[in-house]
């Protein structure tokens, strides 16, 4: 029996926390591993060593008012440790959270106590992994954030080949839908999870509206990488997933319109894929 | 031949206006159906009456500079009125579009001239029926509007028969999915199919905030309703889904925990389906 | 309060008939809807005539043991009769069923007695209204059967536009995920809805197979429609949905190719949508 | 600037050869990536290394004709080959295809020249990656294969913490989207990989048939990876991924019926998620 490893996906987690005058809301999506010595699990039908699935599943329930208090960082690692903790054949436990968002209603400007929209867009993500004795690799996130440039984004200068029919492109869209995900440096302090991936988002985003002269995604990925390593200081290294969501010129031509950039189908598939991580010199 | 129609779905429109100093983003997924006098089609294997529908979606990219200048509406009609002035076999042209809305980036607190964040939350819908001479139906909407309350919902007092094994709810979680349509009244004067759809979203979200006393999806369905035709006296009748997305108590109790409202499984399917139209008395 | 309904969708039956020599297995997802005399509930919140959604889930698992034993239109019958019977105030209770198809195992020829791969393919599907007192209404259907000719299909003659840049195509890929519904005349007996079922699709395939000169998707819809209804006597009209799945040839002459039809491109979006109802002489 | 990669995913190659009797259909799902030294497209914005995605899309359809004659990962091999050939820059490629397959039509028995329906079942997965300077890697694979038992499998003498309330199954429904991936060894001759991937398929069919004595879906994938290995001496190891599909016993007992295995519901989310690699003894 080789590498392996077991666990649940998708287990769906809604806390309110139920102030006096208002309430709060977290929304999770979980999904949990464990690997380790279970080789007998597979090859002598012994159960003795598994805690089941259902368990995991349970685990994040039973944890979730005490300790979901904050960063999903913080509640990944009190799962991870708990769920090594109950299995001693477990080497490591990593589990990855997924936190939609939602926004507080205020009618007439005054914060709602408890009636909420979801935001649909960016989502937090999380990964945590404790190795035994105890070792944790925290790594958060951001996924599904789509954004768009209309003008200053070209693709020229690249390399031909007999089978290259694209053009150069001097003033193209420039669209993706931007997953994040980074490491922390041992050292430097930090005001807590929430804090640095909101200013990691904002990083991005700046860095994104900023760059003028993108001249491929590549390009565009290292800045933004960049920017974010100058922001933050607690960021060790960013690896950043930015397919290009490829926005076609309309051929007017046969309608005797010009299409100065202006008409553009977007296409699904087949898409562009460049990812790449932008780290610190060692 | 018994009734039939045809024609193109999936029609990405990207649309840019290089303003000067900034430019403009449309982002449309369009929708297309002639039906009429094409029975021959059919039984004949005669193509003289059809339009294509590569025809039909090449005009919607044909007409975009023009007249895709204000409301999704008013473009939805003049393809339509297109679409039938073209097929003389056609009796009528259906146009549906949904608009993706994407928000300015503003590095800075500075709205910025082209760079742009899609609104992946709710998004607007149209839907314009152009029959010949020329009658048109227009149909406004938002769709995808995922709204929760944590409290100020119940369902108690309902019918029970043998297979009945829900239990009476006083407090519990009200969380949909929101598709509102809305026709309108022929006389009143507006400020644009915009203003209204706006004016609508916000009527819907304070209703829904300010229904502290819900006694179903139901009830708080006709309160919604209520609200917009009150705010709005151009809309005749507003047609509302809402799913009940379900968010099951979790049993805490065999982990020495009592769960007061606090922890909740969301789940998927199966899912209540609530669906009615509010309307003005005759 | 205008028209409304309410009900619960994607309830999930596994069925198991335990023989003693063999299992038999059932897999469906069903949707139900009630219509009637429910105002009050949205406009009083007054929820006495509700049965809750939460019964009418366990209303087809309570039934399932005891009624689905043959074709799923006569458990959707039982189904609708029990909740029209149960809800006073409903006129109308409508049940969809769609029923996902299991192939047994057959190891060394032998048809296993309890294991079974999923046919992903086509999907049975059923909906049966009942309205008070005891009006039945049945359509039967098959869904999700993706077919294919690489030749025997043309598109020509068609009309043109200013907007018309498609060449007519003499021969091209025909291609459509064929959904069809159809409703039973009165008189002739027929052996059962499964019967009929295997027959209309047998039917199906055999016409579309033979339809070797196509000129366009309509031409053949006709064809199918045709072939069902001399087949099956039972069968009084017959809907067909069916959507034009392109395949763009790929222009291989910038690397020196010749592309005799062989090398084409599957696209997502658009598709061409083609819909019509194929009825017997009045 | 750290770890990098780019290519194109998504592009979807119909083929049609047109044999003077008969039509032969492909239909493939390809994603393509390149790695290497591109560190200055990230830094420099310089795209002089850079082999354009539209390049490596185009690559597939213009090798198709010549080259996909055969097995899946045969051609991909060709594109890796080629595309590593045409990007000096670059040290790796790796090719990813699904092939969908498709069924040929057999009215009256008689097997159809030119029409198909397609198998929505199981797909056939290959990954080929070649390494400068000449190192190819091929890992053959079906996905979306759906298995099911409704006896023969238990799921008892797992581990407890106080988290636990699964109870004891000893008879219980197995269910499962089985998706494989094997490896070869470099000694034993075979017969292509097509006939190997239908023996390996022939083998995880019967092995899941037979396992009549599941205690665990650890324990069937063992199993299933032994068979594979035992019946094919040229599968050096083989990687199974078997989530646990829940289908959950209804209660019907409120009902007064008894439920001895016969009624359940199958939920979709949360699922196990059981992974492993079955390898030859070192």
């Known amino acids: 029996m080789g590498a392996n490893g077991y666990g649940k996906d998708g287990v769906r987690l809604v806390l309110v926390r139920r102030h006096a005058d208002h309430h709060e809301l977290r929304d999770l999506t979980v999904n949990l591993r464990l690997e380790g010595e279970f080789a007998a699990v597979y090859t002598e039908g012994d159960n003795s060593p598994v805690l089941p699935t ?10 979730a008012t005490e300790h979901l208090t904050g960063d ?14 109950a299995t001693p054949a477990a080497e490591r436990a990593a589990v990855s959270i997924t936190e939609n968002r939602w926004t507080r209603l205020s009618p007439g400007g005054h914060p709602h106590p408890h009636a909420f929209a979801a935001d649909q867009g960016a989502r937090w993500t999380a990964h945590v992994t404790v190795d035994r004795p105890d070792t944790a690799t925290v790594t958060s996130g951001i996924a ?43 050292g430097p302090t930090f005001g807590g999870f929430a804090a640095t991936r909101e200013a990691v988002r904002d990083a991005l985003l700046d860095a994104f509206a900023g760059h003028d002269d993108s001249r491929s995604v590549q390009h565009t990925l290292y800045v933004l990488g960049q920017a974010v390593l ?17 926005h076609l010129t309309v051929d007017l ?18 898409y562009g894929v460049i990812e790449g991580t932008v780290e610190r010199p060692a």
């Open 54 to 63: 259902d368990t995991m599943r349970a685990t994040v329930y039973a944890l």
């Open 72 to 85: 999903v960082e913080d509640f990944g690692r009190v799962v991870a440790e708990r769920l090594l903790a």
């Open 144 to 186: 599904g954030l789509v954004l768009l440039r209309t003008t200053g984004s070209s693709f020229t200068g690249f390399r031909r080949d007999e089978y290259t029919v694209l053009p150069e492109a001097e003033d193209r869209i420039l669209a993706t839908e931007l997953a994040a995900t980074w490491q922390y440096r041992p």
């Open 230 to 246: 100058t922001a933050r200081p607690e960021v060790e290294r960013i690896t950043l997933r930015m397919p290009n969501l490829h």
């Open 253 to 270: 031509s046969p309608f005797g319109q010009d299409n100065a950039g202006e008409v553009f189908v977007a296409t699904d598939r087949p």
